[in-house]
C-alpha cells in the first residue's frame, strides 16, 4: 500500500511542478522556463547521482544525447501547450502520446478502441464540437499533441537509456545534455531574467516537483508494484493536472471537458492497466519507463 501512496504523491508532484510553470512562463517565457529547470534539475540529479562519465562508447553518448533531445522537446513543446491552454486540457490531450505507444506495442483490438475512446474524449476537452473553428487554439492543441509524441520518443529511447546507464545516471546526463542544448537560447530570450531571484526560486521549485521528488518516489514505489497496477496510476495523470490547474491557478473545466477527461483515463485504465504498456521510472532500467514530468 505505502507503494501506491509514493505514486500517487509523484503524480501529484508532477502536475503541481507543472501548475507552478504556468506562473514561470509570464516571466521568462517558455524557452527560458525549460532552460532554468533543466539547469536546476541537473545539477540536483548530478549532484546526488554522480553520474559516471568515463568509460561510455560512443554508442552510449548516441543513445543519451538522443534522449535529451526527445526530452527537450518534450519540455518545450508542453510548456508551449500551457502558454496557451488549461493544464488540465494540455496534459490529456499529451497522454495520448505514451498512450497510443502502448496500444501500439500491445495490438490488441480491445485497446485500439480504447485509443479511440481516448481520441473522442480529446475532442470533448478541446471543445472542437462546441467552439467555432476559428477560435480553437489550433496551436496550443498542436503543441500539446506534439508533446505527446515527444513522451513516446522519450519512453523508448528510456528503455535504451537505462539499458546502457545504471541506477539514475542516464536521466542525469540527459538533463545535462537537455539543459546545455537550452541554456543559449534562454539566455538569448530571457536574458537577465532568467537569474532574477524570482524565477530562479519558481524554476528551483519546479525541478524538485517535476523531477527530483517524484524520480526518487518513484524509483522506491516500482521496486514493489507490478506494471499493471503502475499503468492503473499513471492513468490518473490528467485528474491530477485538472486538480492542480484548478487549486494552484483557478483553471475550471467545463463539464464537456470533464466527461472527455474522463474517457481519457478510463482508456488509460484499459490500456495501461493490462501491463502492456509502458511504465515510468527515471532511466534506470530497461523496463519501466518515466513520466519526464511536465
Do not use: K
Not at 501500439?104 to 473553428?133: C, F, K, N, Q
Not at 487549486?247 to 481519457?264: H, I, N, R
Not at 492497466?273 to 532511466?283: I, L, N, V
Request: proline share 6%.
Amino acid at each position: 500500500m505505502h507503494a501506491v501512496v509514493l505514486v500517487l504523491l509523484a503524480i501529484v508532484s508532477v502536475q503541481f511542478g507543472a501548475a507552478l510553470a504556468v506562473t514561470l512562463l509570464p516571466l521568462v517565457g517558455v524557452v527560458g522556463s525549460v532552460s532554468i529547470r533543466l539547469v536546476l534539475a541537473a545539477i540536483i540529479l548530478c549532484v546526488f547521482v554522480r553520474p559516471t562519465i568515463r568509460g561510455r562508447s560512443r554508442a552510449d553518448w548516441l543513445v543519451v544525447g538522443m534522449f535529451a533531445v526527445a526530452l527537450s522537446l518534450m519540455n518545450l513543446t508542453f510548456y508551449g501547450s500551457l502558454d496557451r491552454l488549461p493544464l488540465g486540457v494540455a496534459t490529456t490531450i499529451e497522454f495520448l502520446g505514451p498512450l497510443a505507444l502502448a496500444a501500439a506495442v500491445s495490438r490488441r483490438a480491445r485497446d485500439l478502441s480504447a485509443v479511440v475512446a481516448a481520441l473522442g474524449g480529446i475532442v470533448l476537452i478541446s471543445e472542437a464540437m462546441t467552439t467555432p473553428w476559428d477560435e480553437l487554439d489550433h496551436l496550443g492543441i498542436a503543441l500539446a499533441a506534439s508533446a505527446g509524441a515527444c513522451w513516446a520518443a522519450y519512453i523508448v529511447l528510456s528503455r535504451r537509456t537505462g539499458a546502457r546507464f545504471p541506477g539514475l545516471d542516464g536521466i542525469a546526463l540527459a538533463m545535462a545534455i537537455g539543459a546545455i542544448i537550452t541554456l543559449p537560447w534562454g539566455l538569448m530570450t530571457a536574458g537577465a531574467a532568467l537569474w532574477s531571484p524570482d524565477a530562479l526560486v519558481r524554476g528551483l521549485g519546479i525541478a524538485l516537483l517535476s523531477s527530483a521528488i517524484p524520480y526518487s518516489l518513484e524509483l522506491l514505489a516500482l521496486r514493489h508494484l507490478s506494471s499493471g497496477t503502475f499503468g492503473i496510476l499513471l492513468s490518473l495523470e490528467p485528474a491530477a493536472a485538472a486538480l492542480a490547474g484548478l487549486l494552484v491557478l483557478g483553471q475550471v473545466l467545463t463539464v464537456p471537458q470533464l466527461v472527455g477527461m474522463g474517457l481519457v483515463v478510463l482508456a488509460s485504465i484499459l490500456v495501461l492497466g493490462r501491463g502492456s504498456g509502458p511504465e515510468r521510472t527515471p532511466a534506470a532500467a530497461p523496463g519501466p519507463v518515466p513520466d519526464p514530468g511536465p
